[in-house]
């Protein structure tokens, strides 16, 4: 694997960690614009007056003077376009209290060679989503989201389970809805997919966001993604476009489950485009994602990303939920629908 065009900079007070960690991503990675630092209060200064971009920071936790910590909230101030990875020993405790650490990816200490194998893999898939500047560093001032370990990624790829059966009952949903009768086997298929995924991600985000509000996310955007996709057919859209729809809707459920605990960590709220990163992170496919921002910010519509965009955008209202239900519902009351939503904006705002 080869990191392209990634300049690094690494801080560790220990010398032959700097060097080990160097040659490391050198031979693993292919990265060769590497920078070491052993002491924590040069960073401020060199970030300060370096002409080079860094794409990546590492540093460790235990250092004297400054700690880990410290030094990633002065990367984040002098680069929040750089990416911050924190290495420590007790990686549990950190990740356990990661509310206030602006680390993006943790790595263990000491590390292995499948530690960096997955540090670029992640790396990897945190570049398939491009960000225009302004984006990146508003990326960059994000709370830390966690990321999968090795050991799930393995699992959310091969389908495997994660061993969290607290998201039983969307199973149950699936398989003993009548609505799933009328899905194709690719559509079950991503259904399960995602439910691994969020298997994986439950118990990392149940004390913020919840178990109840993780489930109820699944079946809203579920229901929304079969009715979709059942809409697509009856008017005659390919197999394998209605396919996407179901996929674009229902994948969208990550973004939501990221904003609420983003919101419920931080009492803020992101743009939710912005969390499309962290959702490819998390398994789902960087072309359905792709195809998701191009329809969100698209004027001029097609057919079939018309349906996918009502589906997004009105995924509360009761009025879209009548016309994808309705036997004589087709493309052109799509149509209509959006612009009179779109006029009431307006209106909205006008007043507002």
Aim: proline share 3%; charged share 25%; with cysteine.
């Amino acid at each position: 694997m080869k990191i392209k065009s990634t300049n690094v900079l690494i801080l560790d007070d220990d010398k032959l960690i700097l060097r080990a960690l160097s040659k490391s991503l050198s031979r693993v990675l292919g990265i060769d614009n590497v920078v070491t630092l052993n002491d924590a209060t040069l960073v401020d200064h060199y970030l300060t007056n370096s002409e080079v971009e860094f794409n990546l920071f590492i540093t460790d936790f235990q250092m004297p003077f400054l700690n880990g910590v410290d030094v990633l909230k002065i990367v984040q101030q002098h680069s929040p376009k750089t990416i911050r990875v924190l290495m420590s020993g007790d990686l549990e405790h950190l990740q356990t209290n990661s509310k206030n650490i602006p680390a993006n990816l943790f790595l263990p200490k000491p590390f292995s060679i499948g530690d960096i194998k997955h540090l670029g893999n992640l790396l990897d898939q945190i570049g398939k989503v491009h960000f225009e500047e302004e984006a990146q560093i508003q990326l960059g001032l994000i709370p830390y989201i966690p990321v999968p370990d090795e050991k799930t990624c393995s699992e959310i790829i091969s389908n495997g389970s994660t061993g969290n059966h607290q998201l039983d009952k969307l199973n149950e949903t699936v398989c003993f809805d009548t609505k799933a009768s009328q899905l194709s086997s690719k559509c079950l298929e991503i259904t399960y997919k995602l439910i691994h995924i969020l298997e994986a991600i439950t118990d990392q985000l149940i004390d913020t966001v919840g178990l109840n509000k993780i489930r109820a996310a699944f079946q809203h955007y579920y229901d929304w993604a079969a009715r979709s996709y059942r809409f697509a057919i009856h008017n005659a859209v390919h197999q394998e476009d209605a396919e996407d729809i179901f996929h674009i809707v229902l994948s969208y459920v990550l973004n939501h489950i990221f904003r609420d605990y983003l919101h419920e960590i931080s009492m803020k709220t992101y743009e939710i485009q912005l969390l499309d990163r962290f959702a490819i992170i998390w398994g789902v496919d960087p072309t359905i994602v792709e195809k998701r921002r191009t329809i969100l910010n698209a004027s001029d519509l097609s057919s079939n990303d018309l349906i996918s965009s009502v589906s997004l955008n009105c995924l509360d209202s009761k009025k879209a939920q009548d016309i994808f239900g309705s036997d004589n519902a087709d493309i052109q009351s799509l149509t209509r629908y959006l612009d009179g939503s779109k006029q009431e904006n307006k209106i909205k705002e006008s007043i507002l």
